[in-house]
């Protein structure tokens, strides 16, 4: 239960982020970037379409190159777009930035829950994924305020920058746990 716990803690920072990100983006999409509604719309469509169109592949991608990758290339994924959303300034570009998206979603919703599957004993499963959901509640709890604030305070773009500070943070936090772990 150690490596579940320490996985999910490193995770955490992505939650907290892409909490803060999704309770204000597309605020900051409409308002800063000068999309419609529609846009708007259509965008996170975007993103959620690439999930379920690679999803399949990116799971059988998880079983044959290993699911710690893929949690890395995730979370490098979410640095990139947050980092890219807070330095484009025309909204054709957030059509762009989903499909990254939207597979670094898939990356971790296909790998993250296996590898805390591989390294959970058989009756202890529900109880792991128990903590691993509580990780990701957490975030969605602490995130929207954060973003919420700083966007308030500081600008969208400042709070795309500290989402990116804080994924970069939990990359390397998760790097290190992801070596001692075996699946």
């Known amino acids: 239960m150690r490596k579940t716990i320490l996985l ?4 955490l ?29 259509g965008i996170f469509t975007l993103g959620a379409t690439v999930g379920l169109i690679t999803s399949y592949l990116l799971g059988r991608v998880a079983d044959r190159i290993g699911k ?13 777009v947050m980092l890219s959303y807070s330095l484009i300034s025309d909204r054709s570009y957030a059509y762009f930035i989903q499909v990254f998206e939207g597979l670094s979603w898939t990356m971790l919703g296909v790998s993250a829950p296996a590898l805390i599957a591989d390294i959970t004993e058989k009756g202890e499963r529900g109880e792991a994924m128990g903590i691993y959901n509580t990780s990701w509640s957490m975030g969605w709890v602490l995130g929207p ?9 500081y600008g969208f773009r400042v709070m795309l920058k500290v989402s990116f500070l804080m994924l970069i943070l939990g990359l390397l936090a998760t790097y290190m746990v992801l070596r001692r772990i075996e699946e």
Request: aromatic share 10%; with cysteine.
């Open 68 to 80: 710690k990758p893929l949690i890395l290339a995730a979370q490098c994924g979410f640095a990139f």
């Open 13 to 41: 920072p992505l939650m907290i982020s892409s909490g803060m990100v999704y309770s204000v983006l597309p605020i900051y999409i409409s308002e800063e970037l000068g999309a419609s509604r529609i846009e708007v719309g």
């Open 8 to 11: 999910s803690a490193t995770l």
């Open 145 to 153: 305020i954060t973003g919420g604030a700083l966007s308030e305070f």
